[in-house]
């Protein structure tokens, strides 16, 4: 492919953030979650679950520390939201 066939293509994609989402995304129920989960293994089950109870985008689980972990008031700093309170109290 010459340079000028690839800047040709480049000048019509469409601009970052403009694609729409077809349809919108369907949240697993808890029963749907726990069948799914039986099926992973370690240590993505773990991350899974964290994921999923906190309402953690992946890239913020992916980021998350011992530190961020504060086990005293039960919370969980995230650089995105700031601190979230955990639901197992």
């Known amino acids: 492919m010459s340079v000028w066939v690839f800047l040709d293509y480049f000048k019509r994609w469409p601009e970052r953030g403009s694609s729409k989402r077809e349809r919108e995304p369907r949240t697993l129920t808890i029963e749907e979650f726990r069948r799914f989960i039986e099926h992973v293994t370690e240590p993505f089950r773990t991350m899974c679950i964290v994921t999923a109870c906190l309402g953690l985008r992946v890239s913020e689980t992916l980021g998350l520390k011992w530190g961020d972990f504060d086990w005293d008031d039960l919370r969980v700093k995230s650089n995105d939201h700031g601190l ?6």
């Open 84 to 89: 979230l309170e955990s639901k197992t109290t």
